[in-house]
């Protein structure tokens, strides 16, 4: 089981928006850089671990400081990305560069960089050579097919479109070499959201099992293995989180059993475990609708957080100072898009609500803002951070209609 509890009280939230007003996220600092310190003393035994945090998940600089500050690297998957990592100060291989159907110029940006490049097909090596040349360490993304389970959000292994199959495994590591490549990774990704930790230990088991395949078939020494990311945190109260410790109990046995003796670095691409849990869509009731069913209609809607909407996916509803009344009424949160799936929750059992409520949306810090669009003139909200003294810093600004206009020119109209 996991509480859903909330760093603040009604009284203290409602002094936070009267200065900034609803909807907005808000990320909990202290409690992410505690997260991260215990994912990184659970895996202290590995020499040279490292934690790349995937910048897709929560792509604010102010997020991406903090996790600098406690020794995360980056995985990026685009220019942007590139660039707010480089603002923080990352470089070089505190960087992976993670990409499909990649842009030339984005390859010559982790170039630039020193970033590690991790290949999502056989084409890209020479795609890559002819954009930027082929740096002396390069990494390549597994999709192992049938042999193991998708989940719905990434699918089935074989359907996905990222990665090399074993075979072209192979022939890249055997192209790569004779091209003059030095230093070599292995990655893979094949499931998101997941809470079952033997998945990431048999993930381990499969890496672990392939470097030792390529390094005698190819004759090339990997240097690390990125067990990728995928984490899930425990959106319902009657699941539990990831045991950490578990995990890594359970990778360092296969590592130590399969690779004896070696000094193979071990790197995760982690992101929503992070930062996902210690983050909060805060949104102000505006209407209450008794028509064929009671609907709760927010100042938020799904252009702020649009997972409920494209995956049905649950994320549970705090009323502030009524936490401790009975939930004796089912509704559906919704927004004001002019979609009938704009909605946080569907048949879900609330306290009274009532408008000028304060509705918080718990575990929004990875994959919450970071989804967010335009659609309907809907307007992206602001981030605020809170800081680890209890003070509130604003680390983006809300859109404003200028903002949505700006790429327009209405003078020739």
């Not at 909807?23 to 202290?44: C, G, M, Q, S, T």
């Not at 699918?155 to 890249?172: H, M």
């Not at 997941?194 to 998945?199: A, D, G, I, K, T």
Request: with cysteine; aromatic share 8%.
């Amino acid at each position: 089981m996991t509480e859903k509890t909330l760093p603040f009280g009604r009284e203290r939230l409602e002094e936070i928006i009267r200065k900034h007003p609803t909807p907005f996220h808000i990320y909990d600092e202290k409690a992410i850089r505690a997260n991260v310190r215990r994912l990184l003393a659970a895996f202290a035994w590995a020499q040279g671990f490292r934690e790349y945090f995937a910048v897709k998940a929560t792509p604010n600089p102010h997020i991406l400081k903090i996790l600098r500050e406690e020794g995360l690297g980056a995985d990026c998957s685009s220019l942007p990305e590139l660039v707010l990592s480089e603002a923080v100060g990352l470089a070089g291989e505190e960087i992976m560069f993670s990409s499909n159907d990649t842009p030339a110029a984005e390859f010559a940006k982790a170039r630039d960089l020193g970033a590690v490049v991790n290949l999502d097909d056989i084409t890209h090596i020479d795609f890559l050579e002819e954009a930027c040349g082929l740096p002396e360490i390069i990494s390549c993304r597994y999709n192992p097919g049938p042999l193991r389970r998708g989940n719905a959000i990434i699918g089935k292994p074989e359907e996905a479109k990222y990665g090399f199959t074993r075979e072209q495994l192979l022939e890249g590591y055997r192209i790569l070499r004779s091209r003059g490549v030095k230093r070599f990774g292995l990655h893979t990704m094949v499931i998101s959201n997941e809470l079952n930790v033997r998945y990431f230990i048999e993930t381990a088991v499969m890496l672990f099992e392939l470097v030792r395949e390529l390094e005698e078939a190819v004759g090339v020494r990997f240097e690390f293995v990125n067990l990728g990311g995928g984490i899930g945190i425990p959106y319902r109260p009657e699941e539990d989180a990831v045991d950490l410790e578990e995990l890594s109990r359970g990778v360092r046995e296969a590592y130590e059993r399969i690779l004896p003796g070696r000094r193979l670095r071990i790197t995760m691409e982690c992101g929503r475990m992070i930062t996902g849990p210690h983050g909060y869509l805060i949104s102000r009731v505006l209407h209450r609708k008794d028509t064929y069913k009671t609907y709760i209609g927010l100042d938020a809607n799904m252009a702020h957080l649009m997972r409920p909407a494209i995956y049905g996916a649950y994320h549970h509803i705090t009323v502030l100072g009524k936490e401790n009344e009975e939930r004796s009424e089912i509704c559906d949160v919704t927004g004001s898009l002019c979609e009938n799936n704009d909605k946080f929750a569907v048949d879900r059992r609330l306290p009274p609500v009532e408008p000028g409520d304060i509705i918080a949306i718990h575990d929004t810090g990875a994959h919450g803002h970071a989804m967010g669009f335009n659609y309907n003139g809907k307007l992206r909200s602001a981030e605020l951070l809170l800081e680890a003294d209890g003070g509130v810093r604003l680390i983006r600004r809300a859109e404003t209609v200028d903002d949505y206009l700006a790429t327009l020119d209405l003078t020739a109209l």
